[in-house]
């Protein structure tokens, strides 16, 4: 997984999957998600990102089994 910033549009580009993209849909006036041919999910933008996803702080935590 890839997370790109872009700051001189404060839009946030969140990877999943190295294929291409077959359909973009809007899921709401600021997000939208890319599928793959059989409908997977392969990415997601998410425009005016530090307002509307707190992109100012991004951090990963990897959970295991047991920490559930």
């Known amino acids: 997984m890839k997370i790109r910033y872009?700051?001189?549009?404060?839009?946030?580009?969140?990877?999943?999957?190295?294929?291409?993209?077959?359909?973009?849909?809007e899921i709401s006036e600021n997000?939208?998600?890319?599928?793959d041919e059989k409908g997977n999910l392969v990415s997601m933008t998410i425009e005016h990102a530090k307002e509307k996803a707190g992109m100012s702080e991004v951090s990963f935590l990897q959970m295991e089994k047991n920490d559930v």
């Not at 549009?9 to 849909?25: C, M, S």
């Not at 997000?31 to 599928?35: A, N």
């Open 6 to 25: 872009f700051s001189d549009t404060d839009t946030a580009l969140i990877e999943f999957l190295n294929v291409p993209v077959v359909e973009t849909k």
């Open 31 to 35: 997000l939208y998600i890319d599928l």
